[in-house]
């Protein structure tokens, strides 16, 4: 048996409310699935337009040749659409145009726009008309991060569907060895996110960050550099930075049991006190990396700027 949604880990109240509005036919025909990548939104709009395309009473059976063509990727009723190079741009958008003009030869026709917040405002403004008025039996999922990240024009033509990330205990389903508390705690409910820890580099690059927080609030710039030695693209220079906005989160709330990185909790117990509005402060430097580094800033500057920064605060 194929059915899609029997591999998803949690989200059940979002696949319960899609399947009763599929029984009561008063499923909208745009939909947009939010929420923090890596945490099943992609399988369950799958497992939609399996349920969608279904020749049987009791969708998605699994079992008819609609489901199994959906299961293998082959269905020519489901039209899937992902960003190339961070834009989704206007050629995509006039492929989904032509697969919509094109005769319906199942019971629907399903269009997936993984990333849709890459969807550039020409590649937007040409779906427009087709998402609001679409043909019959056809049917949109913009998976997006989050919701705000979608174009108001859009926005006010979907009816959104918020995915929350999954708990500790559904990403162990997904496991066959135990997780390192660090790594699952971390994670903050994405499997993507826990893939990424997996590899080996990772534990190195959050103790490297711990260096480079702990050089700068004492002036010394070892850990700065030996961060920097390692922080050669843009990938390893953003998990520095989320490791950096963890930790100093974790600093903050030493001694409740709370912590995601539990296992440097006498380290970061060793740093030296600071006032809890300059704790906040650092970690708006930090937040701040973020949003450079999504800007292209220089990532050597970056790292430069916030350890200039933290003997001043």
């Known amino acids: 048996m194929a059915r899609l949604i029997d591999s998803v880990i949690g989200h059940r109240d979002v696949w319960t409310g899609l399947r009763q509005q599929m029984e009561a036919e008063k499923l909208p025909h745009a939909l947009a699935f939010s929420g923090p990548a890596g945490i099943g939104k992609r399988r369950v709009a799958w497992a939609f337009a399996q349920a969608l395309l279904c020749d049987s009473t009791q969708a998605p059976c699994g079992e008819c040749p609609s489901c199994l063509r959906v299961a293998g990727g082959q269905s020519e009723s489901v039209l899937y659409v992902e960003p190339s190079k961070n834009t989704i741009k206007l050629e995509a958008a006039r492929e989904i145009l032509a697969f919509l003009n ?31 008025e679409p043909p019959a039996q056809t049917y949109f ?55 990424a820890f997996r590899d080996p580099q990772s534990d190195e690059i959050r103790k490297l960050t711990l260096g480079l927080l702990a050089g700068a609030l004492a002036g010394q710039r070892e850990g700065l550099e030996h961060l920097l030695e390692h922080s050669k693209d843009r990938e390893v220079a953003g998990r520095a930075i989320a490791f950096l906005q963890q930790l100093l989160r974790d600093w903050s709330v030493l001694g409740t049991g709370e912590l995601l990185h539990a296992d440097l909790e006498s380290s970061l117990a060793a740093l030296p006190p600071l006032p809890s509005e300059q704790r906040l402060a650092l970690w708006r430097k930090a937040h701040q990396l973020e949003q450079d580094l999504n800007a292209h800033v220089d990532r050597f500057l970056l790292f430069e700027n916030f350890f200039r920064s933290v003997p001043g605060i």
């Open 141 to 195: 999922v913009l998976i997006v991060s989050a919701w705000s990240q979608l174009l108001p024009t859009l926005r006010s033509r979907l009816q959104a569907r918020h995915f929350n990330p999954l708990s500790e205990a559904e990403i162990q389903k997904l496991e066959t060895e135990p997780v390192p508390t660090w790594m699952l705690r971390s994670a903050r409910g994405s499997f993507s996110q826990l893939e």
């Open 102 to 132: 094109l005769r319906r030869l199942g019971r629907a026709r399903v269009v997936l726009i993984d990333g849709a917040q890459n969807l550039n405002p020409q590649a937007a403004n040409a779906l427009l008309k087709i998402i609001e």
